[in-house]
């Protein structure tokens, strides 16, 4: 029997919505199914599959979503260059069978191949063969992401960690940095919105802006039909929740939440264990149908 009662009596200690994961389809080491399988392990009821400028996982996502009784979001993490500068939009609640989304989408997977093979030609000269075909083995057939070329580069004992490969190799700068040449934001907001879907941006406190640009940013993403500010992220610190959450109630965004899990072997980005939203935000989920459709107390007897 469902304890549906149970649920509104007691408010959880932590947020049952994980609304930003990776599967293999992107940059994740799960695959689409194993991901749900851990997201309903850690207690989460919604969650939505955000890979990098793709999505193929949903599908299989969606079933194993069904069989566990959880609900899946689809959605994606698209790339943007704004400024000089990468930025991702998460699109929620994407129609993933809308052609401006997915011609979208593959014009970004296309440059990531070139990118690819700029960045193995790059570390080749930086005296580090191999690294294309490598990124390309890890990435098993889907797109090519930063994250397999840095896999690949531990593998072969150039650093000892992703965040080392980071910093010598593939930043502005370093040996294996090749310029972003992704969508415009009105680009992703755009396709976003023709496939009814949800534009947030992510993790707003990683890109390291000035006050003032972010607030540039934020005014043009308001101006653009921009929906949310990914208010909690496994990659925020507890003060960015409340910086963003201020940033969120000004500028009349709603409020999202997600771990940015990639894999089990990052322990300090868990899946599914996030904090609340911080009190004032309106959530990006308050008026999903998903939640309609959860059977009520009344229904539920
Ligand atoms: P890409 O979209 O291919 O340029 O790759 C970006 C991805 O690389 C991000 O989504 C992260 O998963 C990963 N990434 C970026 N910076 C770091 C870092 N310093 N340490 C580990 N992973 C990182
Ligand atoms: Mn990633
Ligand atoms: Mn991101
Ligand atoms: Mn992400």
């Known amino acids: 029997m469902k304890v549906w009662n149970f649920r509104v009596q007691s408010a959880p200690m932590f947020c049952s919505y994980d609304l930003h994961n990776h599967s293999t389809a992107s940059d994740g080491t799960l695959q689409p199914a194993a991901l749900v399988r851990l997201a309903v392990e850690a207690g989460v009821e919604v969650l939505a599959l955000t890979d990098h400028d793709s999505t193929e996982g949903i599908e299989e996502a969606r079933q194993a979503a069904v069989s566990a009784g959880i609900t899946l979001i689809p959605g994606a993490e698209i790339s943007v260059t704004w400024n000089k500068q990468t930025l991702h939009i998460v699109g929620l609640n994407l129609d993933i069978a809308c052609g401006p989304l997915q011609q979208g989408l593959a014009g970004l997977r296309a440059f990531r191949e070139r990118r690819a093979r700029e960045i193995g030609e790059r570390l080749e000269r930086a005296g580090i063969g191999g690294a294309y075909a490598g990124a390309r083995a890890l990435s098993n ?9 840095a896999r690949y580069l531990v593998q072969v004992g150039a650093a000892v960690d992703l965040r080392q490969v980071f910093k010598r ?26 496939a009814g879907g949800q534009a947030v941006l992510a993790h707003p406190a990683r890109y390291n802006l000035t006050r003032s640009k972010l607030r540039r940013l934020l ?35 709603l409020a999202s939440a997600g771990s940015d899990f990639h894999s089990p072997e990052n322990p300090w980005i868990a899946l599914g264990r996030l904090p609340q939203l911080p009190e004032g935000c309106r959530p990006i989920w308050g008026d999903w149908p998903a939640l309609r459709q959860a059977p009520t107390f009344a229904q539920a007897h």
Do not use: C, N
Not at 141 to 149: A, E, K, N, V, Y
Not at 177 to 188: I, T, Y
């Open 169 to 194: 190799f593939l930043v502005q700068g370093k040996p294996g940095h090749v310029a972003g040449q992704w969508a415009s934001l009105e680009e992703a907001v755009a396709w976003i919105h023709a």
């Open 141 to 149: 057939g889907h797109l090519i992401s930063r994250t397999h070329f």
């Open 219 to 253: 005014r043009e993403f308001v101006a653009l039909g921009g929906d949310a500010l990914e208010v909690v992220s496994g990659s925020h610190s507890r003060d960015d929740y409340q910086v963003m959450a201020r940033y969120a109630r000004e500028f009349g965004l």
